[in-house]
Each structure stands twice: as structure tokens, then as C-alpha cells.
């Protein structure tokens, strides 16, 4: 197989994994079952693309190849006429009984099938039975196509512990008998926070990878932009929902500005601000103007977009209010307590009051060994030592910097400001 047509298959199963999850669970109303079908047509896809060629329309290609084989293993375990009762002689299954290719005669009707199947996969991944870490493990494996080492560098585990604890949710999943359906108006509420961190850590991902060689995965920031979306209109009345929409169509604004020509990252405060999104820029302001008006307190995704809107409406990096994200983040410590939110805190103070009174936060994180293997920190103590003078200090805390990260685009940045200490 050519590396041309590998990455394209990559590229497609990135996109595409969760929607094909998402159709063939509501099939067979067993998710870790419709994970295994769905990657068993990937390998189907694996098999026959390099001689056949990628057909036009991948997904349903996918899609179908993964409905076929749902079919085919309800038929096999005698299973089919007791689901199709169970889910309401289900429009599609039926459709596919009479006529195996049946996907393509669905075009119209695809995109808000899509849609209301990922809600539900988001639900049932977010579900009460399972633990906070087990319900964020799973949706950014069904629904952010992560990898299992991927997201154990986001929650700083090994990579072991991590596939146990996706196996363990998936098999608590169908022990529970957890149904694949939307919860309840009453429930709602109760099952928003765990699917808005999820949908927060996929774009995360998409927006500063944790590892490889792509600074950015465009396609996962336009998949949590999407999901995000989808719940706030299911969640019009929750301010977090809108918040978090907010949030993220302002840092998605600026992606067209965190690569230079030579596709090197470009920090804030360099970044060229006419090259930010207006389009997202405005809907972000937009949802931030709606969440504040339904008065009913700040939640840290609100708070975050505040503080994302400061930077929006400043139109160049002097003009930043400073010692308003200063006291956004104060705030946000105290509504959500976490050393990443102090480290943040330090960056906006040392911006503020100037970088000794930042250092002095940031030192005070770095003695509590709360952020040990955040590599974040020393970059942080990096550009406050380099604003401070202390360029030793500055260079060798870059350079630890660049040892804890796995994306080489970051890595490179870090090295590059290690050497610009030497000069």
C-alpha cells in the first residue's frame, strides 16, 4: 500500500469513525459492538482501496460496509426481529431487509440522521453509570477518532491503563443495558457537563495536538464545532452550552493565524489579527452575548469565553486588557480550582503587573509538583525568566520544555526560543 493512499484512508476514518458508530449502534444498540463493525470496515476498506482505488464517497462506502455487517451478525445470532421490536421496526434496518443498498437511496435524509445518531452517541458515551475519566475516554475515542496513546497523553496515563479503562466503560455499557437514545428534558442537565468537557477535549486536541508532526487537526476542531452546536441548540436554556460554542468559534478564529508560510506556529501575540475568522469571530460574540443575558451566573466554559472575547476585541496584542483576563482567570480559579487555570492565571498576571509577579505564581505551581510532566510550565517560567533578563535560566527551562512534548511542531518552536537566548 502506497503512503499516499494510507494517509488518505487515515485522514477519511478520522473524520468519518464516529458518524459510522454512531449509525450502526443505533442498529445494533450496543456501542463497543458497533466500534468493532466499524473497524471492521476499515479494514475492509483496507483491503480492497489500494487496487480498487478510494470510491467518491468514502464515508458511505464505510458506512455501508459497516451496516451490512450489522446486519449480517443480527442475522447470524437470530437477534434481528427481536431488535427491530426493540427499537420501533427502526425505518432503515427495515429498508436495508428489502434492499442491501439502501445507503445510497438515503442522501437527504443523511446529514440530520448523522446528526441525531451522534447526539445519541454522545449521551450513551457520557452516561451516568460510568465514572467522569471513563465517560471522557470513550467519547474521545468513538466520537474524536483519538487513538488510545492519544488520549492517555491527555489525561497523563500510560497508554495500558488507558485501553483498560475504554474496555471497562464499553463492557459497563452493555452490562448496564445503557439505552441509545437522548435522555429525558429532566436529565438533560445532569448529563450536559460530562459531554461538554468531552466535546471541549476533542476540540483541544484539534486545536494543539499532543503529538505528531501537525501543530493542528482542522478536521477535530470542525468536529467539536459541529457537536458543540448540535448541543447547545438541544440546551438553549444552559448558559454552559453557549458558553462553551463561544469559546470555542473564537479560538477557532484564530487558527488561519497560528501557522507562518513556512507552516510554523505563530504564538498569540504575534499571530496577524487580520487573518482571524470575522464569520467565527462574530458568531463567537454572538453566543457569548446570549449565554450572558440568561442570567443565571458564570461557569467556567462562560468564563473562558470572556476571557477568549477580551482577546477578540482588542485589535492588536497592545491593546489586550490584561488586567481584565487577570481577574477572569481569578475568577475562574475560584469557580473551577485547577493548577492548568493558575498557570494560566500566571501568564495573565505577568502580562498585567509584569513577569516577576507572574514568576512568582508560576514558581509557586512548580513547587507544588502539581504539574510535573506539563510541559506547558517550564515554557511558561521560560518566557517569564526570558522577560526578567535571566536568559540562562530562560534557555535551559525551553529546552526542558521541548523534551516533555510530543508534537514536533511544538517542539521546534521551544528549541528555536532556547537558541534565541544565546543571542
Partial sequence: MSAEVERSIAAVW?????KIVAVVA??????????ELAQDALVSALEHWPTSGIPDNPGAWLT??????????????????QKLEQIGLDLEAQEALVAP???DSLDARRNDVFQDDLLRLMFTACHPVLSLDARLALTLKLLGGLSTQEIARAFLVPESTMAQRIVRAKRTLGEANVPFELPPPAELGMRLGAVLEAVYLIFNEGYTATAGEDWMRPALVDEALRLGRMLAELASGEPEALGLVALMELQASRMGARLDADGRPVLLLDQDRSRWDGVLLRRGLAALERAQHLGRGRGPYLLQAAIAACHARAHSAPETD????????GELARVQPSPVVELN??????????PAAGLALADAISSSGKLDGYHWLPSVRADLLAKLG????????FERAAGMTANGRERALLLERARAQLS
Avoid: C, N
Fill in 14 to 18: 478520522r473524520i468519518e469513525s464516529a
Fill in 26 to 35: 443505533r442498529m445494533v444498540r450496543d456501542v463497543g459492538l458497533a466500534e
Fill in 64 to 81: 455501508t460496509t459497516a451496516k451490512h455487517a450489522a446486519l449480517d451478525r443480527l442475522r447470524r445470532d437470530r437477534l434481528l426481529q
Fill in 101 to 103: 443498498d439502501f445507503v
Fill in 322 to 329: 490584561w488586567p481584565a483576563i487577570a481577574a477572569l482567570y
Fill in 345 to 354: 492565571r500566571a501568564v495573565a498576571v505577568g502580562m498585567a503587573d509584569g
Fill in 390 to 397: 535571566r536568559r540562562d535560566e530562560a534557555r535551559r527551562e
